[in-house]
């Protein structure tokens, strides 16, 4: 009888019980690979080579000849802007074509120009219709032959004004007296993070609750299984003590898996800015990839990560237990994933949610919440003291839960 802690919990026994948890844990090298190895490269993926990837696509289209077809007369300079190459992007292919939607659907054509009528040589005069044919919505359409085509029908229309001032004696500002210059408000954290920020508090949680699922699964509906538990349980530990030590065990691995991925995102922000230097600045900004935590916010990143923890770790153990085996307790966690996956698609809309104290008082969501202010560099520390408090509390509830589960018999013996 070593000396009591909290409650009357014996931190020796409640060691023990840890400790035999996590030797269990180690020995499973399929838990080690999804608690280390996946953090690592999942998120340098997401973060840096999705950016990466849209980045080399879109300026592959714009380096790309497409070919378009023609229904009707193009005139000479629209024809020569068409066609030409203007910098770095690759002018087009003009293809007469008889019947525009079938050349496009039939892949013939990437789009179709067709003039019902004629069109004007000089501004001032009678005005024409282009009919513009095209998988509008195609992602690779969009970036490729459809931007090009509206380029130069746009820098067409604009040569034919500017040489109708010239000849006037106007010059090509006349038309737009008032010109708008923008400028970036965001925040440095905020611009470099993009809209892939939502992704890593999601992979985040994820991984914690990967990390944790093994542990808990196996040290109650295993142990049931395998009739362990049973010979755990009439030893002079007592049950609040067996249930912490399983949380204990059960945290550390979610932990473990966490800062890997933290890990992750440190080598996602020291190489996303030299693999996207080549990347097309408006994609990479507006996808991400060049993410940075700082330095005072780290604290509060470890405190959120050890909060949901500890909350994902207790609800993994409290709904466990009453598994009948280990693979009916996975059937069991499996919709506690949601928990995360849909609150994360929601992040992705999260300029148009509200941050009320509400939000922040949701648990779980709430520490995806306030890790993506992080990413943003829009922390709040009301907000994220809010949410850490709550995290907490819902533990305690389910810790509650768990030891009182542990001391039914119908729920210990129920296999």
Do not use: C
Not at 121 to 142: C, D, I, P, R
């Amino acid at each position: 009888m070593n000396s009591a802690g909290v409650n009357g919990l014996r931190a020796h026994f409640v060691w023990q019980v840890a400790r035999k948890e996590l030797l269990s844990t180690l020995r499973d090298r399929r838990t080690l690979t999804s608690t280390i190895l996946l953090p690592l490269i999942l998120i340098p993926i997401f973060v840096i080579g999705f950016p990466l990837l849209l980045g080399r696509a879109f300026s592959g289209q714009s380096q790309e000849r497409q070919r378009v077809g023609v229904i009707g007369t193009l005139p000479a300079a629209l024809r020569a802007r068409l066609t030409a190459d203007a910098g770095a992007e690759v002018g087009v292919t003009l293809l007469p074509v008889t019947d525009p939607v079938r050349a496009v659907q039939d892949g013939t054509v990437q789009a179709v120009l067709r003039v019902p009528g004629s069109l004007p040589t000089e501004a001032g005069g009678a005005s024409g219709t282009v009919q513009l044919y095209a998988k509008l919505g195609n992602l690779k359409a969009e970036s490729g032959v459809i931007g090009k085509l509206k380029s130069a029908l746009g820098a067409y229309n604009s040569s034919l004004v500017a040489a109708k001032l010239k000849g006037r004696g106007l010059p090509a500002s006349f038309l737009t007296p008032v010109r708008v210059q923008t400028f970036d408000a965001s925040r440095p954290q905020e611009a470099a993070s993009g809209q892939l920020a939502f992704i890593i508090p999601m992979f985040l949680l994820q991984f914690i609750l990967a990390g944790g699922m093994a542990t808990a699964i196996d040290s109650t509906a295993g142990e049931k299984e395998r009739g362990t538990l049973e010979v755990l349980l009439v030893s002079p530990i007592r049950r609040a003590e067996v249930v912490v030590g399983k949380l204990l065990a059960t945290t550390a691995t979610a932990l473990t898996a966490a800062a890997f991925g933290l890990l992750g995102l440190l080598l996602s922000g020291l190489l996303g800015g030299i693999l996207l230097r080549g990347t097309p600045a408006g994609v990479a900004g507006a996808m991400g990839g060049r993410l940075s935590v700082a330095p005072a916010s780290v604290g509060v990143l470890i405190l959120m990560a050890l909060s949901a923890a500890l909350l994902l770790s207790a609800l993994l153990i409290a709904v466990s237990i009453f598994a009948r085996s280990y693979k009916e307790a996975q059937t069991y966690v499996a919709p506690i994933s949601l928990l995360i996956v849909l609150p994360a698609i929601g992040l992705q809309f999260a300029d148009f949610i509200g941050r009320g104290a509400g939000l922040y008082a949701l648990p779980v969501v709430n520490a995806m919440v306030v890790i993506l202010d992080i990413v943003k560099g829009a922390l709040s520390m009301p907000m994220a003291l809010l949410a850490l408090t709550v995290n907490l509390l819902v533990t305690g509830l389910l810790l509650l839960l768990a030891i009182r589960s542990f001391r039914r018999e119908g729920v210990i013996f129920r296999n």
